[in-house]
């Protein structure tokens, strides 16, 4: 008899703020709390699932991604929380992350200068964050443009040249080449 398994791709989630409080909250609802983040990393672990990054998923190869309960937990813009909030519930649950780094930013000018509806200030991790969460082993990197950047709208030299930006920085910043990019 013939029986199909039917394997499910494995999953990543996406974040961005990890706030003490909901009183932390700005305009735009890209965060969880605390509690929320702790909450979904306990149901993570409940269900056996093992976080692992991008670069891990390349050494154990597409063809073992089913081996284990694997998933990828991603944070975008690099915000200074990701450090002081989400470093140590990551620590707590032996758990790792990817975190797409605005790589020229010191803080979300994209959306806190935006005259429509402005968020508010939110710093994004410095040099000593950035070094101190690749030293815990817990954090990979990936590039998401250098100053979150609509890139819809921009021509492809211009493109070019921002992605090189990007790359640069990123490289002085964490020593390293991104293995992914995450679009703004």
């Not at 509690?35 to 306990?42: A, F």
């Not at 694997?70 to 707590?92: A, C, H, M, R």
């Not at 990197?141 to 921002?162: A, M, R, S």
């Amino acid at each position: 008899a013939f029986v199909e398994v039917t394997k499910y791709e494995l999953p990543i989630l996406m974040y961005h703020k990890v706030l003490e409080s909901k009183e932390d909250a700005g305009v735009h609802g890209t965060y969880v709390t605390k509690l929320q983040m702790e909450h979904h990393l306990k149901v993570i672990k409940k269900m056996d699932y093992e976080t692992i990054t991008f670069e891990e998923l390349n050494s154990i190869g597409l063809n073992h991604r089913f081996d284990k309960k694997y998933i990828i937990l991603t944070f975008d813009d690099g915000y200074k929380d990701n450090y002081s909030v989400l470093l140590p519930l990551l620590e707590k649950y032996n758990m790792k992350a990817v975190i797409y780094l605005v790589s020229k930013s010191s803080f979300n000018k994209w959306d806190a200068e935006n005259m429509i509806n402005p968020e508010k200030k939110y710093e994004i991790l410095n040099q000593n964050e950035i070094v101190l969460l690749l030293k815990s082993g817990r954090i990979e990197f990936g590039g998401h443009t250098t100053e979150h950047i609509d890139l819809l709208k921009v021509e492809d030299k211009k493109l070019e040249e921002i992605l090189v930006e990007d790359l640069k920085e990123f490289k002085e910043k964490t020593g390293k080449t991104p293995l992914t990019f995450a679009y703004p």
